[in-house]
Each structure stands twice: as C-alpha cells, then as structure tokens.
C-alpha cells in the first residue's frame, strides 16, 4: 500500500485546489445576475445566425476539415515511433541501422505532410473568413445606412464604430481559428485516447483520472474569463464612444478650458479598461499553471509507475511498463492535455466572438423606422409641388412639435418658414425628404404621398444646404460630387461659378484638388457653406432645402450668398428657414410658425399690413441691426 502514498499524497493536493476554485466560482455564481452577466442571445441562434453567412463557403470548408485530418496524423502517429524506435535501441538481440533510417524516414514524410496541410489549411481559412467578414461588414454598413435620424441619434457613434470595425474583427478569429481548432483539438484528444489505449490501458487510466480535475477547472475558468472579456469588451466600447465624442469637440473643451476635467473623465475610463484586461490576465494566469501543474502530475505519475514497472518489475493493473512505452507516453501525454487546455481557451475566445456577434446582431435586429412601402414607386419626375396636409409630429410620444399644419407650396415657388426657435421649422424640411415619418396626416409631392415613393426617389431629386456644413475628408472635388459618376470637371467648375465658390476656390494652390481636412476645418463656415451649394447644384435638383444658410456669416460672404441664393431660387422650388428675416424679403410665400402651428402666411408686404407676429419679428430685427451698424 505504501508504494502508492505519493499518488495519493498528488491527489490531495490537487484536491485542495479544486476545492478553492469550486468555493470561488459558486461566490461568484452569487453575483452574476446582479452584474448583468448573462447575455440575451442564446448561443443556438447566434450559431444560426453565423452560418447564413458561412453557407455560401461550405466546401472551402469541406476541404479544410479534410486538410485538418491529415495535419493531425503526426500528432497521432509520431508518438508510436518513437516509442518503437526506443524499443528497438534498447533491445537484447540488437537493432538495424536500416530499420532507424526507415522510421526517421517515415517520420520526416508525416511531418512534412502534417506542415503542408496545415499551412494550405490556414490560407484557405485566412481567405475564406475575411470574405465572411467583409460581407457581414458591408451588410451591417449598408443597415446602418438605412436607420432613421431618430434611430441614429439614439445610438453613440462610437458604439457603431466598434460594432463594425472591433466586433466583426473578433467574429473573424471565429471563421479563421476558433471552429476549426476546437475540432482539430477534440480530433487530437480522440485519437491520442485510442492510441493510449492500444498502447498500455494501464497508463491511459492513470492519464484519465486528470481529465475530471481538468474539465473542473475548464468549466470555471469558463466562467470567470467569460466575465473578464465582457469587461474588457464594455470598457474598450466606452472608450471608443468618449473618443468619438470629445475629439470632435475638443475645439469646445479648450474654449471652455475644460482639459484637465476631460483628462480626468479619460483617465477614469482608461483605469477601468486597465482593471478589466488585468483581470482578464489574471484569469489566464491562474487557469494556465492549473493546467500545467496536472500535466506535470501525470508525467509524474508516468515516470513513478513507469520505474517501478521498468525497475522492479512492479505491476499495476495487470500490465507492466516498458522503456519505449514511457517514451511513448511521455509525448501522448503532453499531446492530450496540450489540445484539453486549448479547447477551454478556444472556448472561452467563442464565448467572447459571441458576446461581439450578439452585440452586431443587436444592430442589426433594430428595424429601420422609415422604410419603402410594398407598393413604393419610381418617382422619374418632380414639378415641386408640396402640400402638408392635418400634418402631426413628435420626436417624443405625446409631445407634439407639428400640430395639425397644413399648406401648399406650388411649382417654381420659394417659401420660407419662420418662428422662434422650437417652432417646428426644420422638423417640417426634414420631414419633406421623409428622414423621420409622420404620426398623423399627409405629406404630398405633385400629389403623391411620399409614403408611396421610394426613398432613394424621393431624396434624389431633393437638395438640402443645411447651417452645419459636413465636409467629408478628402478633396473639394470629391465634396461636391460625392462619388456621382460622369461629371467633369468643366462641369463642377460651372456649378462652383454659379454658387460664386470659385471665387475662394481659384485661389487656392491646387483648385478642385485642395486637399479637405476632417469636417472641412480648414475651410470657413462660409466657405463650406458655398462648396454646399455647388454640392446641390451639381446633383441637379428638383426641390431645394436651405436651412438658416447665413447664420454666422460673414458680411462679405453673406453677400456672396445672398446672389447664390437668387440665382438658385430660379432652379425650382425652394424651402427656407431663414435666420435673418431681409434674406426672405423676396420668397413668394412665408410661412410663421408657433409652437408648431401656422398663425401666418402670406409675401413680405402682405404680412407687414397685417401688423401681426412677423411684423414685430421684423421691425425688432430691423432696429437690432441699424444699432448694430447693418
């Protein structure tokens, strides 16, 4: 009995560490719920959900699992001869020179086999994943694309930016690494087994006495990574979004002098992410030597058996242990626990591609707000008639910003609305191209309710100028084109002519091809302002939208709108919001608007005899720019 006391002297120890991790882990089962730990999505339908996009590379996969077969035969089969190769040196009558030369041989072809499949296995990974992922990124751009305003604002541009870059990156390790090497990992553990058990039972179920401490240890490792990632993957998303955020606004942080509290805010969210791949580390850290220390054990225990068999003749079980058998063993042993510690890592790592995919699919489950009817038509044509009929809207259930508005506005015809901020102006531009649906009334186009049209129709023929010009990086030829095909330059030249843009634009050293910076921060509002309006030219529209277009202007430029705005209200229709009311002096029809209802409407002069609002907006303005010296 006393030969197997450092058997059992291994057990209790091992036993010991079992018992800590199984008290933290039901510790930590406590706290789980409260911390919001559990996901929504089962992993059944995320796996469903993936394979729609794995489907149409099926055999690329076919062939990788059958690559993945013949580069696990070395594992396999490697282990054996060497063993036999022992076995032969160490025999009485003598070994053959011949027969070490067949099997270093027979070795170097396997393995030379085993590396070729592996290396065309993973370029056919490699290739075959990005092009899932790639695809899985466009379709999540283009339903980006098609969500509402309202849908939009709601989300951080931040949280977007990370469901498609980093997210759909971690659903690629998926495709490229995870599946296929947890399969070829349980191949290995399968046939490593079997071949264990051909070799000696004896030492296989000494080796198999491990596999429960190491499934134990696995499944709360599981557990406590699974927490770890979901840190790591919320604090890299905060980050993103306060990048995002203060970034673009650091102009505003250092006019308010407000670095150093910003600092502060980064710093916080930067500790977090720090604590959370710390612990994330320190899960790794614990679960690796864990895994070590029982592969250690069992070659402890190998070697222990395998003396006393070797020298003492002991047996154990019935078998005894040879010298080629111990070798052979030496290696199956590492070959076994090697692929049983990677199947919980590579678990884990699915677990994390997961949570990323649920968080993609997240965006993708938001059903856009403002989508085409079943019979939505091609609008070919647009005269420019526009009638708001029982028109009601809010952003807000039950706070109304439109209530019951109702108007027309004819072919040709320039119509301004004006109001005090809150009115309902701009929300009556944006509903005209359908950027956000109406809860109540109608909204036609030459007598057709743009619910009946399709959007992309719709907004083709509509061109909007907007206060806050978005220049996108690049040059200010491709700002006014935006990607429309077969427009030269002799045209985007006319239009900037047209605009009064080429004016600043042929001073500059490389004209159309002036480099644009992020936002067009290197060119002035009204410079922007201009290169929108040659933007709206150069798409030809049927109906313009010009939204406070001279707000925060300079006099000079002002003037240089001012002649763009008259040449352009000759194009079609026009629809303004104006911030200084001498823009609209010359509009065929001004609309006021009240706390979202109409209480005026009629020309310049026709609403100064009616001495009602718009005339005590005007005349208050009038007098604030002669003290102003306008």
């Given amino acids: 009995m006393h030969e197997l006391y450092p058997l059992l002297i291994l ?115 490699q290739k075959t994943g990005q092009r899932i992922v790639s695809n899985m990124r466009e379709d999540l751009y283009e339903h980006i694309q098609s969500l509402s305003h309202n849908q939009l604002n709601k989300i951080p541009v931040g949280t977007l930016v990370t469901r498609v870059t980093n997210d759909t990156n ?46 134990i240890f696995a499944f709360i490792f599981r557990k406590f990574s699974r927490k770890a990632h979901r840190k790591v993957k919320t604090g890299t998303t905060d980050i993103n979004i306060f990048l995002s955020e203060n970034l673009s606004g650091m102009k505003i942080i250092q006019i308010f002098n ?13 500790q977090t992410l720090k604590k959370a791949k710390l612990g994330q580390m320190f899960v790794f850290g614990i679960f690796r030597p864990m895994v070590y220390m029982l592969y250690i054990s069992s070659v402890l225990c190998l ?32 070959k076994f626990f090697n692929p049983i510690q990677n199947l919980a890592e590579q678990f884990n790592r699915l677990q ?88 109540k009334g109608q909204i036609l186009i030459d007598g057709i309710d743009i619910k009946k049209i399709k959007i992309s129709s719709l907004r083709r023929h509509f061109g909007q100028m907007l206060q806050d010009v978005f220049l996108f990086s690049g040059t200010i030829r491709s700002n006014i084109i935006l990607g429309l095909e077969g427009v030269d330059d002799a045209e985007i030249n006319k239009a900037c002519e047209y605009v009064n843009a080429d004016k600043f634009i042929n001073k500059l050293p ?78 065929d029809n001004i609309i006021v608007l009240s706390h979202g209802e109409i209480v005026e409407q009629g020309n310049h002069a026709e609403l100064l005899k009616q001495k009602g609002r718009y005339y005590k907006l005007y005349t208050l303005q009038y007098h604030k720019e002669k003290l102003q010296g306008k």
């Fill in 11 to 125: 057990g209790a120890i091992i036993g010991v560490f079992t018992a800590i991790f199984v008290f933290a882990y039901v510790f930590m089962k406590d706290k789980k719920e409260a911390i919001g730990f559990d996901r929504n999505m089962k992993d059944s339908e995320i796996i469903k959900r993936l394979l729609v996009y794995a489907k149409p590379y099926t055999k690329s996969f076919i062939v990788v699992f059958l690559l993945m077969l013949f580069s696990i035969a070395h594992e396999i089969i490697s282990p054996l001869i060497m063993g036999q190769v022992i076995e032969t040196i160490g025999a009485a009558d003598g070994f053959e020179l011949s027969y070490l030369i067949s099997a270093i041989i027979l070795y170097a072809v396997i393995l030379i086999v085993s590396l070729i499949c592996t290396y065309l296995q993973s370029i056919i990974l």
């Fill in 170 to 215: 971690a659903i690629s390790i998926t495709f490229t690494n995870i599946i296929v090497n947890l399969l070829k990992n349980f191949f290995i553990i399968i046939g490593v087994l079997a071949a264990m058990l051909l070799l000696n039972y004896m030492l296989t179920l000494m080796v198999l006495c491990f596999v429960p401490f190491v499934v």
């Fill in 258 to 270: 407000r670095e150093e509290r910003k600092k502060q805010e980064f710093e916080s969210k930067n």
């Fill in 303 to 334: 070697f222990y058996l395998g003396a006393r068999g070797y020298i003492d003749g002991w047996v154990f079980l019935g078998q005894t242990v040879t010298s080629g058998v111990i070798v052979s063993f030496y290696s199956y042993i590492n």
């Fill in 352 to 439: 994390a591609s997961f949570a990323s995919a649920e968080k993609i699919f997240t965006i993708f489950d938001i059903v856009p707000e403002v989508v085409d009817e079943p019979d939505a038509i091609e609008l070919e044509q647009v005269e420019g008639n526009i009638e708001f009929r029982n028109v009601w809207f809010s952003y807000l259930p039950d706070e109304w910003v439109l209530r019951d508005v109702s108007f027309k506005v004819n072919a040709g015809d320039t119509v301004a609305f004006v109001g005090a901020t809150g009115s309902g102006k701009t929300t009556i531009l944006s509903l005209i191209c359908r950027n956000y649906d109406i809860q």
């Fill in 510 to 587: 490389d004209k159309l091809d002036e480099v644009v910076r992020e936002r067009g921060n290197n060119f002035s509002a009204g410079q922007r302002q201009l290169l929108s309006f040659a933007r709206t030219i150069i798409h030809k529209p049927s109906v313009m939208i010009l939204d406070e277009a001279t707000a925060n202007i300079d006099t000079e430029t002002e003037v240089l709108i001012q002649d763009s705005l008259e040449k352009m209200m000759n194009i079609g229709t026009m629809l303004m919001v104006a911030h200084r009311l001498s823009t609209i002096q010359h509009a």
